[in-house]
């Protein structure tokens, strides 16, 4: 079996992410944007998400496999403590283990970082996306009813959530990814 890596992502990544995210926006109605993003805007969000947050990427036998990031729940001070997250694979590698492995490391450097739930929307319907979330730990919270128009039609979006720590009384502001080091996922 080829050896995976994981690791966090780099701007220089942008191609490859782009290569499994286009065909997502542009033929399906899992990711909301209508326009697949320019690999130079792709460079531009890994880059401003690693300020705060992980992006990690997995490679399988020197192939970029899939990645998956955290982004901010809502703005609101008093949601510091939770964040939104996603998954996507290449179509040649979905239902082999990356997305676990990807979502399992990166709700580990989150659990680092302080924060304490993870929450993911899934449009539906979508049967492999509920299994990978929920092989992780995530429960379904709730459904936002055709709440998104694509590709001629209404699209509901489920969402699942994660505790990623046990909560605390008083809990101390996350960290942001940068401050954790550049070997922030060795000992993971």
Same mark, same amino acid.
């Given at each position: 079996?080829?050896?995976?890596?994981?690791?966090?992502?780099?701007?220089?990544?942008?191609?490859?992410?782009?290569a499994?995210?286009?065909?997502?926006?542009?033929?399906?109605?899992?990711?909301?944007?209508?326009?697949?993003?320019?690999?130079?805007?792709i460079?531009?969000?890994?880059?401003?998400?690693l300020?705060?947050?992980?992006?990690? %990427? !997995?490679? *399988?036998? $020197?192939? #970029?496999?899939? =990645? +998956?990031?955290?982004?901010?729940?809502? &703005?609101?001070?008093?949601?510091?403590?939770?964040?939104?997250?996603?998954?996507?694979?290449?179509?040649?590698?979905?239902?082999?283990?990356?997305?676990?492995?990807?979502?399992?490391?990166?709700?580990a %450097? !989150?659990? *680092?970082? $302080?924060? #304490?739930?993870? =929450? +993911?929307g899934?449009?539906?319907?979508? &049967?492999?996306?509920?299994?990978?979330?929920?092989?992780?730990?995530?429960?379904?919270?709730?459904?936002?009813?055709?709440?998104?128009?694509?590709?001629?039609?209404?699209?509901?979006?489920?969402?699942?959530?994660?505790?990623?720590?046990?909560?605390?009384?008083?809990?101390?502001?996350?960290?942001?990814?940068?401050?954790?080091?550049?070997g922030?996922?060795?000992?993971?």
């Amino acid at each position: 079996m080829p050896q995976d890596r994981i690791r966090l992502a780099t701007p220089a990544d942008a191609p490859a992410v782009h290569a499994i995210y286009a065909p997502v926006v542009r033929d399906t109605a899992i990711s909301f944007e209508t326009e697949p993003p320019a690999a130079v805007e792709i460079a531009r969000r890994i880059e401003s998400t690693l300020a705060t947050f992980p992006w990690l %990427v !997995l490679e *399988r036998g $020197g192939a #970029f496999a899939g =990645y +998956a990031y955290a982004s901010r729940h809502r &703005e609101r001070r008093a949601y510091q403590w939770s964040v939104d997250v996603s998954c996507y694979v290449d179509e040649r590698f979905r239902a082999s283990g990356v997305g676990g492995a990807l979502y399992r490391m990166l709700l580990a %450097v !989150l659990r *680092r970082q $302080g924060f #304490f739930n993870a =929450y +993911a929307g899934i449009t539906l319907p979508n &049967e492999a996306s509920v299994r990978l979330h929920e092989s992780v730990g995530f429960r379904a919270v709730g459904v936002y009813a055709n709440v998104g128009y694509k590709l001629g039609a209404w699209h509901p979006v489920g969402w699942w959530g994660c505790e990623i720590a046990p909560l605390q009384r008083e809990p101390r502001e996350p960290v942001p990814l940068g401050q954790l080091g550049p070997g922030v996922l060795d000992d993971l």
